[in-house]
């Protein structure tokens, strides 16, 4: 995929082409880029469920034509009953199990304050039912398996089987299903169908809450009805850095937006327009690492933190991290948390709104937990806790946990709109800052900054290495600069998916809109 979308009205960019095409539809019915984003989570929380799902939690950055990005919390606290003491013997929280689904799903309630935002700027509205009907359908009816999904079952089917719910959805068969076969879903599309007649409140306080609550005290999880009552997304002020080239805007804790701020702001003292190719991964690179600093230091529930974090991303603070990047050689790395799967997705409609929108379930499959009689596998973001008395992320009920998600957005000088995001983890700021690189400074083609070879920082599941993992597209000599620089390299496939699912679309002066979507990925940029 070498070309990107052009379209004169609106655009979709999702990991899976069938959320692309949801989305779509609602614009093409004329409704806004806030209500094709809640169809496109729908849909892309039934067909992609190794990644993101209705137990999970999201965040929204919301860019209107004028004026300043809103930000959307949707996540969850920690339940009521997750204690350190619970959790004794263990040393560390599980990544599995009703031990790890600890903290509250926020993405639905992210939806609703979304849709709530759109009624004050929007003067008709389309029915819930027509945002949910593509999700309810695909749950329903079935969906082809991707290859995506049919691999991650593979490999984790020997960690997942045995836990609540999980065979009898996931391996219908007693195997994980092959890429292509049929999927349904029956027990999510009567979940989908009580939102859509009930209101998206009921998964708290309503009907189908009262079920979620049932099923999380049958197989034991740490989370009570009345922690499902008391949850409520949140409107949020986004963080944002001055760039040579624009505004770029991004989420405040508890996401790491403050990692993918100061990565670009660093790099924007190093001239990367004229670099080459090893230089620009080096220093994307160092710049990544000491980024990683401020998350490791700052990061925490936003209700512990007693800093202002946007007083990081002013020039003085961004100056002194940039002189400690070393251009002719590699500075040592630690051990940063392990990856996580997320879907990015962005819309843009004719009035010219656009979303940039993260929704996920953390690990892939989330904690394989499924709340009996929902459908709905529940995320196991509570894993980033730590269970270290005084350590900053230390679980304690109705704390929020670290997030790795966070949305980007940039306001560029020369008029562009643009939005942005990937999954993975750790792995989201150094695609962003790669992306960003490539088509705002470097001025590739949109889809080229996508599809051209990626690295990653970091681990992979199934290897605890710490390495620089580049995929095989890139040149001997390059992996030969990048050692010389002091990097161990390691190779990924060609096109893996360790690297992220990225998406971007671009509001172009003339407003024209651009999409571009990952060929790693299922998924498709579609306009009208």
């Known amino acids: 995929m070498i070309q990107s ?165 996931y391996l219908p068969k007693d195997r994980a299903p092959l890429a292509g076969e049929c999927l349904c879903q029956p027990d999510l599309a009567r979940s989908l169908k009580a939102l859509a007649s009930e209101g998206l409140d009921s998964f708290y306080r309503g009907t189908l809450g009262k079920k979620i609550a049932a099923g999380m005290a049958q197989i034991g999880m740490p989370i009570t009805e009345h922690d499902l009552i008391d949850h409520q997304a949140h409107y949020k002020t986004p963080l944002s850095v001055k760039h040579s080239c624009g505004t770029l805007y991004n989420l405040a804790p508890p996401t790491q937006g403050l990692v993918s701020l100061a990565i670009l702001g660093i790099l924007d003292r190093f001239n990367l327009e004229q670099c080459d190719e090893i230089q620009t991964i080096h220093r994307i690179v160092e710049a990544t690492k000491l980024a990683f600093t401020l998350r490791d230091e700052h990061i925490t529930d936003p209700r512990e933190i007693t800093l202002d974090l946007q007083q990081l991303l002013n020039t003085t603070p961004l100056d002194a991290l940039s002189q400690q990047l070393k251009t002719d050689h590699a500075a040592p790395w630690g051990e940063p948390l392990l990856p996580g799967d997320t879907v990015w997705m962005g819309v843009t409609d004719k009035m010219g709104y656009s979303v940039s929108f993260i929704q996920s379930i953390y690990h892939e499959f989330g904690s394989g937990v499924v709340i009996p009689e929902t459908g709905i596998l529940w995320q196991n973001r509570g894993a980033a806790f730590s269970l270290e008395t005084g350590h900053p992320r230390c679980l304690a009920p109705r704390k929020y946990p670290f997030h790795t998600l966070n949305p980007a957005a940039a306001k560029l000088n020369d008029g562009r709109t643009l939005v942005y995001g990937s999954m993975g983890g750790d792995g989201q700021p150094q695609t962003q800052a790669t992306l960003f690189t490539r088509y705002v400074q470097q001025q590739l083609p949109l889809q080229e900054a996508i599809s051209a070879p990626r690295w990653l920082l970091g681990r992979t599941w199934g290897n605890a290495s710490d390495s620089l993992k580049l995929e095989s597209r890139f040149s001997e000599e390059t992996y030969r600069g990048l050692n010389a620089l002091g990097h161990r390299t390691e190779r990924l496939e060609a096109w893996s998916e360790a690297t992220g699912h990225a998406g971007a679309i671009v509001r172009h002066p003339n407003g024209l809109v651009e999409g571009a979507s990952d060929p790693r990925s299922n998924g498709s940029a579609a306009g009208y």
């Open 5 to 169: 979308n052009l379209a004169p009205n609106g655009m979709a960019v999702t990991p899976h082409h069938l959320a692309s095409s949801s989305a779509l539809a609602i614009l093409r019915q004329g409704g806004n880029a806030i209500e094709a984003m809640v169809a496109a989570a729908a849909t892309i929380a039934v067909v992609y469920p190794h990644m993101n799902g209705l137990g999970g939690d999201g965040f929204w950055l919301i860019v209107p034509p004028e004026g300043e990005p809103i930000a959307i919390d949707a996540s969850g606290a920690a339940g009521s009953l997750a204690t350190v003491q619970s959790y004794h013997p263990q040393t560390t929280i599980p990544f599995r199990g009703p031990q790890a689904a600890l903290t509250v799903a926020g993405t639905v309630s992210g939806w609703q304050l979304a849709l709530d935002y759109a009624t004050q700027h929007f003067a008709d509205a389309l029915p819930l039912s027509t945002l949910l009907a593509d999700a309810i359908h695909y749950a329903e009816s079935g969906i082809p398996v991707t290859a995506s999904q049919a691999d991650a079952t593979k490999i984790k089917a020997g960690e997942l089987a045995h836990l609540p719910g999980f065979s009898d959805i």
